[in-house]
């Protein structure tokens, strides 16, 4: 399988962090839903992220140099690395939710 040469604009949901290459921003958008206090690796709904999130989570969690080196060992492509990002920001939201919306 080849590499798509598909260059990322990064107008994903909330894109933010001008200049930050498209690894970064879901690397850190996978951090912060990973410290979320009600975060739980088995309520994430989407497979694709859910096949790149680490199994060890938390506020202590450090992971994101190794996150990052999967990330971009994984050849991710631009509509992959979109679906991503979003899907991060999206679950992040629900976690944010009342339990009772």
Known sequence: MSRSAVKWTGNGAGASGVGASPIEML???IGRLLRHPAYRR???VSP???RYLPADAGY????EAALRARLT????D???LDHLVRNAQDEFLRLRRPADA
């Open 60 to 63: 202590a969690w450090n992971g």
């Open 73 to 76: 060992a994984a050849g991710l």
């Open 42 to 44: 088995g309520a994430i």
């Open 27 to 29: 690397t850190a958008q």
């Open 78 to 80: 631009a509509a992959k």
């Open 48 to 50: 694709l992220l859910l």
